[in-house]
């Protein structure tokens, strides 16, 4: 049997009998809808006209398969169904913000499909994505994809891997190109606490820069409560006046409460007079907006991100003696194991700590 080997359609004559020497069996040569050549016996014989007949049979049927593999279908596509695919799997308002990510991860995804002149799911090999990583990484200015870490570039592959999947499900390929990638994802650096001067610079630039007002809002909320950024917007009939609490609506679709630092109830009260039904209404891309206002101020220089503020609160708690089990619930950790990847504590945090020891 002659060995299968990838090759494309190009310049390819289509199915094929042929004779091999001292053999009564029709041999066909043909090409599967993964592209790889086949060749071996019909097991019909070719001195027998019934079963010639039968072997041409199959051989226009390997045709028409080569044929359909070849010209493709609209249906094929990528255009034709994987923006479809997302609103279906992500219907649900709880999965807004991961479908929001999976569509901004297939624009960059599309740019270079498109770049490689790759328009079906069976034009996609394992090549390709490994070229991928360099090229995200690098980016590409002029056609909106902005040069990006080695995580990023990863999960972008990680949808690609999904939309194969759904690709093999549609029949448009039979192996996902995107598995045993086996690109380990790089350990994220920590995530910085802010000073008091970090913190004093922020406020300011905010005011001087004419910041938008969410962002003002949302900083002020963050400060004083550690809830992540999304969280920051909320009702204002979700704070218990009496009780001093506010309900949170967190990540996994699930709600949790938290008092009202006594400096931040200013702020509350005063969007509550003007009327407002939403502490503020965050856009699109909100954290690339807080990237390029630290990076404006120079404070990207230290790696700062809004998630510093979570960070912040946290290990200012903790060093003020608040038990991890209480900060936990403050800022909705699910575990402590979690919640101590994010403390900051230094040697001098500890050194108080020490006059307990009795030896």
């Known amino acids: 049997m002659v060995k299968s080997v990838a090759v494309s ?11 091999r020497h001292e053999s009564p069996y029709w041999y066909i040569k043909y090409k599967d809808p993964s592209g790889k050549q086949k060749h071996h016996t019909t097991g019909f014989r070719h001195d027998i006209p019934a079963q010639t007949r039968k072997a041409r049979i199959m051989m226009n049927e390997k045709k028409l398969v080569e044929l359909r593999f070849e010209k493709g279908t609209n249906n ?19 999965s807004d ?3 929001h990510r999976y569509e901004t991860c297939w624009r960059y995804l599309s740019v270079f499909l498109d770049e490689q002149g790759i328009t079906r799911p069976r034009q996609l090999t394992f090549r390709h994505c490994e070229l991928y990583m360099n090229w995200r990484k690098a980016g590409k200015p002029e ?10 570039a990863r999960l972008d592959l990680k949808i690609l891997h999904l939309i194969c999947v759904h690709a093999i499900k549609r029949e448009f ?17 920590l995530k910085p606490e802010l000073s008091d001067e ?37 009702p204002l009939n979700k704070v218990d006046w009496k009780k001093g609490n506010i309900e949170f609506h967190a990540k996994g679709d699930k709600d949790y409460s938290a ?13 509550k007079e003007e009327g407002r039904k939403m502490t503020c209404d965050i856009p699109s891309f909100p954290s690339k907006a807080w990237w390029l206002f630290f990076k404006k101020i120079g404070l990207h220089k230290k790696g700062v991100c809004f ?41 001098d945090d500890v050194k108080s700590s020490l006059d307990a020891l009795i030896v």
């Not at 962002?215 to 909320?221: G, R």
């Not at 946290?314 to 979690?338: C, D, F, M, Y």
Request: net charge positive.
């Open 307 to 347: 998630h510093c503020i979570r960070v912040t609160v946290i290990s200012r708690l903790i060093r003020q003696g608040v038990p991890e089990n209480k900060v936990r619930q403050i800022v909705h950790h699910a575990s402590t194991e979690i919640n101590r990847q994010y403390q900051r504590l230094t040697v």
């Open 9 to 19: 359609y190009t310049g390819y004559t289509m199915a094929s009998l042929n004779k």
């Open 76 to 94: 094929e596509v990528w255009s034709a169904w994987v923006p479809e695919f997302f609103k279906q799997k992500y219907s649900q308002p709880s």
């Open 143 to 152: 056609a909106g994809v902005l040069a990006c870490g080695h995580n990023t």
């Open 259 to 271: 008092p009202i630092h006594p400096k931040l109830l200013p702020l509350l009260k005063k969007l």
């Open 173 to 189: 390929i039979q192996s996902n190109p995107c598995a045993s990638l086996r690109i380990k994802k790089h350990k994220s650096p």
């Open 97 to 99: 913000k991961t479908r």
């Open 198 to 234: 970090d913190i004093a610079l922020i406020r300011t630039k905010l005011v001087e820069l004419d910041m938008p007002d969410w962002m003002s809002t949302s900083f002020e909320i963050a400060i004083h409560t550690g809830c992540r950024l999304m969280e920051t917007s909320f």
